[in-house]
């Protein structure tokens, strides 16, 4: 009974999911003579099927900490435990940003950012670095826009953030992937526009 018990499961059949994929994955490498296609296709299927519990159990755990008290901890544990895992989801990047930018954790965020795109030639994880630091440049201008030169600000200005994201865009594109990404070259030209 509760979301306790509830997360646990979902982590008991990640946890399971992950080893079975495993299992299949170094299966499959060690069958150089069969047919690749049917397998690959099982593969794909299969961690379609992990990375979409890991988001059940993120969206649960989120949308239990709106509608009562629950630890923070526990739903950073979880997504970065999943990002971890599969750091190509786009949902699970969502879900990350916005319970970040929801508590202002830009210096967490970073390092979390920082460590998967170290390690990961993918360009989501990089896209959704950026998306995370244009929002917490437009929440800051928008805060030195609405407050008088007296009031106290709601939120505390970060000088160096466009220099940040110019930063972000270019190590981007200056990665294998993303050199290739339209996605990627036209949020950068937009930028550097506007």
């Known amino acids: 009974m509760g979301i306790k018990a509830a997360s646990a499961v979902y982590s008991q059949a990640r946890e399971r999911m992950d080893e079975l994929h495993r299992t299949i994955t170094s299966d499959q490498n060690s ?10 296709l099982l593969v794909s299927r299969f961690a379609y099927e992990c990375e979409t519990v890991a988001v059940q159990q993120a969206s649960l755990l989120k949308y239990h900490m709106s509608v009562s008290a629950f630890p923070l901890a526990t739903l950073r544990d979880t997504l970065t435990s999943a990002i971890s895992r599969w750091p190509s989801s786009g949902p699970l990047w969502s879900i990350y ?9 830009a210096g967490r965020a970073r390092c979390f950012f920082h460590s998967v795109t170290r ?15 244009q929002q917490r ?6 805060a030195q826009r609405s407050c008088d030169k007296s009031a106290a600000l709601s939120v505390l200005p970060e000088n160096g ?19 290739h990404c339209p996605l990627l070259w036209r949020m950068y030209i937009h930028y550097l526009v506007r």
């Open 119 to 133: 390690d990961n030639d993918s360009v989501v994880p990089r896209l959704f670095a950026i998306v995370a630091e």
């Open 161 to 179: 953030l466009s220099n940040r994201i110019r930063g972000l865009f270019e190590s981007a594109v200056g990665s294998e992937m993303g050199v």
């Open 137 to 142: 440049k437009q929440l800051v201008d928008a």
């Open 31 to 40: 069958r150089a003579d069969a047919d690749h296609s049917g397998s690959n």
């Open 97 to 105: 940003v916005q319970v970040e930018n929801r508590y202002h954790s």
